[in-house]
């Protein structure tokens, strides 16, 4: 099962570096460039692939079996691992983009309500 899911890895990875390569040479062949975006989408692209490439230096460590199954170390470090993937990803998403994070954590500015209460009614302005 740790061997299946380190080739399943080692594909994602390998789909992950062609498209961050193909996407960093479009946007060096752009007209204008955005120095900012480039730079904020080379290094998401980065720390996902480091989140995968974590994920399958753990998967190895059992699909090749380097450290002995019975220490702790090795049961520590997978599970923790695909944590670091499942949340990390998110996380360097909402980091990278500025419209991503204002939706995320609700910074929008609230409008007052036209409405009022008059003797027990509630009256709504239009």
Request: charged share 15%.
């Amino acid at each position: 099962m740790s061997l299946f899911m380190l080739i399943l890895r080692v594909i994602t990875i390998v789909i992950t570096a062609i498209c961050t390569f193909i996407t960093v040479l479009r946007l060096t062949q752009m007209s204008k460039r955005l120095v900012s975006s480039e730079r904020t989408l080379c290094i998401a692209s980065f720390l996902i692939s480091s989140c995968f490439l974590g994920t399958a230096g753990a998967e190895s460590i059992f699909a090749f079996q380097v450290v002995r199954t019975s220490t702790s170390i090795s049961y520590f470090l997978l599970p923790i691992s695909w944590d670091i993937l499942n949340v990390g990803t998110p996380i360097v998403m909402v980091m990278a983009s500025s419209q991503l994070r204002k939706h995320v954590f609700g910074t929008f500015k609230r409008s007052r309500s036209n409405s009022r209460v008059d003797e027990g009614t509630v009256v709504t302005g239009f």
